[in-house]
């Protein structure tokens, strides 16, 4: 079975869209992009547009590659003062030069659409209420919505990433499966990849998941967004271990458009929060 996060996610789109009509909503979400990365351009072009799509406003920052941190903090600061808007989402990767983390803490965490402040870290670490971080919110929408069964079952998360691998691995552990996190120094990963039942690759290696990994029957979400030849593909072989998984994801058309609908709801979610933060 294949898992259409593109068809899903426009369906919660379109929920969105009149869930913002019935609340009388007016979310705002601001990005911010530094440098000229053609990629990182273009997936905030997807946001705006999503944006437009369901009636949320949208305003973006764009800030030349030399960008220092504290230009960065100043520019987060007037975000976080302007009551006009609801979400901030300073894309990634940034520059080298610029302390990622002084930034993203410096985001006001009612403000935080990507659930990537330390406070809201804290909150998916304790299973408190708050913005989860928007792929894996997106993959755990996926399952739910297909009735993959989680509790009790064998999860394996290649990739320990901040913004993926832990909090999913969080995240399905909230869902009672058993989790096991894998990463570069991993030894003897086909060994620990053959026991799972969900299997989640967010390593960005096109190709590092072949048949002989998986056990049949196996639930495969792939998160790598990876060009070969110009073509976008997956971490997964998608050709030989589609045959043998229960259910996969594909690259394009799976996790990325839910990524995009997560942030959307993360969004309306911070709106409908205005007048008091997550509780
Ligand atoms: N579709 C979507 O919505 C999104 C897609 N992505 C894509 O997902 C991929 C991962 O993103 P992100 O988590 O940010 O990437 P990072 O590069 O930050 O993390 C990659 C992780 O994979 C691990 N890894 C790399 N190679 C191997 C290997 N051969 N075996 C085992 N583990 C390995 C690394 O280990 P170590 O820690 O030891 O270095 C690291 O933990 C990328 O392709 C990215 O473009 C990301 C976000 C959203
Ligand atoms: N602060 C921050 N938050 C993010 O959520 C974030 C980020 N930075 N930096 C980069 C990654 C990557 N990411 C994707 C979003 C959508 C698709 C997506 O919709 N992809 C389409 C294909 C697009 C195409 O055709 O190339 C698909 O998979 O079907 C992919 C990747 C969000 N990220």
Same mark, same amino acid.
């Given at each position: 079975?294949?898992?259409?996060?593109?068809?899903?996610?426009?369906?919660?789109?379109?929920?969105?869209?009149?869930?913002?009509?019935?609340?009388?909503?007016?979310?705002?979400?601001?990005?911010?992009?530094?440098?000229?990365?053609?990629?990182?351009?273009?997936? #905030?072009?997807? $946001?705006?547009?999503?944006?437009?799509?369901?009636?949320?406003?949208?305003?973006?920052?764009?800030?030349?590659?030399?960008?220092?941190?504290?230009?960065?903090?100043?520019?987060?600061?007037?975000?976080?003062?302007?009551?006009?808007?609801?979400?901030?989402?300073?894309?990634?990767?940034?520059?080298?030069?610029?302390?990622?983390?002084?930034?993203?803490?410096?985001?006001?965490?009612? $403000?935080?659409?990507?659930?990537?402040?330390?406070? !809201?870290?804290?909150?998916?670490?304790?299973?408190?209420?708050?913005?989860?971080?928007?792929?894996? $919110?997106?993959?755990?929408?996926?399952?739910?919505?297909?009735?993959? =069964?989680?509790?009790?079952?064998?999860?394996?998360?290649?990739?320990?990433?901040?913004?993926?691998?832990?909090?999913?691995?969080?995240? +399905? +552990?909230?869902?009672?499966?058993?989790?096991?996190?894998?990463?570069?120094?991993?030894?003897?990963? =086909?060994?620990?990849?053959?026991?799972?039942?969900? +299997?989640?690759?967010?390593?960005?290696?096109?190709?590092?998941?072949?048949?002989?990994?998986?056990?049949?029957?196996?639930?495969?979400?792939? #998160?790598?967004?990876?060009?070969? !030849?110009?073509?976008?593909?997956?971490?997964?072989?998608?050709?030989?271990?589609?045959?043998?998984?229960?259910?996969?994801?594909?690259?394009?058309?799976?996790?990325? =458009?839910?990524?995009?609908?997560? +942030?959307?709801?993360?969004?309306? !979610?911070?709106?409908?929060?205005?007048?008091?933060?997550?509780?």
């Amino acid at each position: 079975m294949i898992l259409d996060g593109k068809g899903l996610a426009a369906r919660r789109l379109e929920l969105l869209k009149e869930d913002i009509i019935e609340g009388g909503l007016t979310p705002t979400l601001a990005t911010v992009l530094v440098g000229d990365d053609p990629a990182s351009h273009m997936y #905030v072009r997807m $946001k705006h547009r999503a944006c437009e799509q369901v009636g949320i406003s949208s305003v973006n920052i764009s800030l030349p590659e030399d960008t220092t941190t504290n230009t960065m903090l100043d520019r987060i600061h007037q975000l976080n003062e302007d009551s006009d808007i609801d979400g901030i989402l300073v894309q990634l990767p940034l520059p080298a030069s610029i302390d990622t983390q002084a930034v993203l803490s410096a985001i006001r965490p009612e $403000k935080d659409v990507d659930g990537f402040h330390p406070l !809201n870290m804290g909150r998916l670490v304790t299973g408190l209420e708050g913005p989860r971080p928007c792929t894996p $919110k997106g993959i755990m929408t996926l399952l739910q919505e297909y009735h993959i =069964p989680i509790a009790g079952k064998r999860a394996v998360v290649v990739g320990r990433s901040v913004d993926v691998g832990r909090p999913i691995a969080l995240l +399905l +552990l909230h869902a009672h499966a058993t989790v096991t996190i894998c990463h570069s120094k991993t030894e003897d990963l =086909p060994s620990i990849t053959k026991q799972a039942d969900i +299997l989640v690759s967010a390593a960005g290696k096109a190709g590092i998941i072949t048949r002989d990994m998986v056990k049949p029957g196996v639930t495969v979400i792939d #998160v790598g967004t990876n060009q070969v !030849n110009g073509k976008l593909c997956g971490d997964v072989a998608f050709s030989e271990v589609e045959p043998v998984a229960g259910a996969i994801t594909p690259v394009p058309g799976g996790v990325g =458009p839910m990524t995009i609908a997560s +942030l959307m709801e993360n969004t309306v !979610n911070s709106a409908r929060n205005r007048c008091g933060p997550f509780m």
